[in-house]
């Protein structure tokens, strides 16, 4: 792989040079300062060309954040995707049918990833199932930090954020009341204070030290924009994995917090069930930083909390139903999707 050392500048020299098409994304995505549909499409791409030509994950992100939130100011979340995905796993750098230049390879290939149309399928099935949503939800009044100390108790190891560039790990007693104000949590503890990340750099979120087997595992679905929707389907899930917390992003998507299984892989089979259902698989990683049940977002909208039960965390999977619903919803595809 590329020495992470080159500046931005550096790397648009190189894209200049080249005729890859995320070389030529970047290059669009440094121009297209008005143009709202290059710069959005261009966004994943573009942070693919920063890391293989070599720029550090921080400066990448800054750069990406600096271009993009003119035009999508409420949407930093996807600049945070682009690099998670881009900078979160390895590259696999494969050598072109010519062998003069090297191209750039995603993780998986596209037959091993469980399709749109599959999913928005799976999404019509059980929304057509008589799943009973909880009447007459109101929100209910907690703080975040009512929310997390049930859950995880004062010495846990919390890493909130105001921003996806402003956050910090420490024990819930030691952030007192900034857990009230942040927009952002990762809902894990995390194992440690600080970790490394691939790049070396030290930070108080990253893989190195996020939890190695999660607590709860996190469903966000926005593929589809009823509210109602999305709930039948969370309310579906809550029938295997226990609910602990349901809440609104503060814009067009409920996200829901399950108790997650026990052994590594049944969180793996649990995370593809949750994809195969039209779950974003970016909130299932340990280290995601995902919205703080009623807190507010920046656009000044409550994350507004309508279920809450702590001590679901200490009730079992329904193992039965769990397998169940993977033969039904993944297995029988003959698909699976890698979170």
């Known amino acids: ?150 859950l995880y108790g004062q010495k846990a190891l919390i890493c909130i954020a105001k921003s996806v560039y402003d956050f910090s790990t420490k024990t819930l007693e030691e952030h007192q009341n900034s857990v009230n104000n942040a927009q952002f949590v990762v809902a894990n503890p995390m194992c440690k204070r600080l970790g490394k990340t691939q790049d070396g750099t030290v930070s108080a979120r990253c893989k190195d030290n996020a939890c190695t087997k999660p607590k709860v595992l996190v469903f966000e679905c926005d593929i589809i924009p009823s509210f109602r929707k999305q709930a039948k389907i969370i309310f579906f899930l809550a029938q295997i994995f226990p609910l602990v917390v349901a809440h609104s992003s503060g814009n067009k998507s409920l996200h829901a917090w399950f108790k997650a299984p026990t052994t590594t892989k049944e969180i793996a089979r649990a995370k593809e069930l949750f994809v195969a ?35 679901h965390i200490n009730e079992k999977v329904d193992y039965d139903l769990f397998s169940e619903s993977y033969d039904e919803f993944v297995s029988q595809k003959g698909e699976s999707n890698n979170v």
């Open 1 to 150: 792989m590329t020495p992470i050392t080159r500046t931005i500048k550096q790397a648009l020299a190189q894209a200049k040079a080249s005729n890859h098409p995320s070389d030529q994304a970047l290059i669009d995505f440094d121009k297209a300062g008005g143009t709202s549909g290059k710069t959005h499409s261009n966004l994943f791409k573009s942070a693919r060309s920063l890391h293989y030509h070599g720029v550090a994950e921080s400066d990448a992100s800054s750069w990406l954040w600096s271009k993009y939130q003119d035009l999508y100011p409420n949407k930093s979340h996807q600049v945070e995707l682009a690099i998670s995905k881009s900078y979160g796993s390895p590259l696999n750098i494969v050598t072109s049918r010519d062998g003069e230049r090297l191209t750039i390879k995603t993780r998986t290939s596209d037959k091993d990833k469980i399709t749109h149309e599959t999913i928005l399928k799976n999404i019509d099935k059980v929304i057509g199932y008589n799943i009973q949503i909880p009447k007459d939800i109101t929100s209910i009044d907690y703080l975040p930090d009512d929310i997390l100390r049930p």
């Open 277 to 311: 259902l039209g779950a974003d698989p970016a909130a299932l990683r340990e280290s995601q930083l995902v919205r703080m049940p009623n807190a507010y977002r920046d656009n000044g909208e409550r994350q507004r909390m309508i279920f809450y039960a702590s001590h």
